[in-house]
Nanobody, 121 residues
Framework: QVQLAESGGGLVQAGGSLTLSCAAS????????MGWFRQAPGKQREFVAH?????????NYAEPVRGRFTISRDNVKNMVYLSMNNLRSEDTAVYYC?????????????WGQGTQVTVSS
């Protein structure tokens, strides 16, 4: 099992920045990638970004956040971060950290409780 705990959410003005953190614990050796997802009110949860846990990790971003958000990790501290810049009102959502033992279309098996990000215009 893997446990994930997000932090760092809050209220920020449009154009501002925020960094989310995800603390991971448990059986982490089996985890291949870590991701961030978000769910806005009345909408389905959507992919934001992911990073692989291997040496020379690769990243991938959803189009709406590419160039504004950066995902990073610290394998020593078992932390994953999402740095968000130039925030927009449409970035308002609950942000979830997730972990997967698979790749491609394989699902994320482990999820955090989420942290609220609210961007005021």
């Amino acid at each position: 099992q893997v446990q994930l705990a997000e932090s760092g959410g809050g209220l920020v003005q449009a154009g501002g920045s925020l960094t989310l953190s995800c603390a991971a614990s448990g059986s982490l050796r089996s985890i291949y990638r870590m991701g961030w997802f978000r769910q806005a009110p009345g909408k389905q949860r959507e992919f934001v970004a992911h990073i692989t846990t291997t040496t020379g990790s690769t990243t991938n971003y959803a189009e709406p956040v590419r160039g504004r958000f950066t995902i990073s990790r610290d394998n020593v501290k078992n932390m994953v971060y999402l740095s968000m810049n130039n925030l927009r009102s449409e970035d308002t959502a609950v942000y979830y950290c997730a972990a997967s033992r698979g790749w491609g279309t394989q699902p994320y098996e482990f999820w955090g409780q989420g942290t609220q990000v609210t961007v005021s215009s």
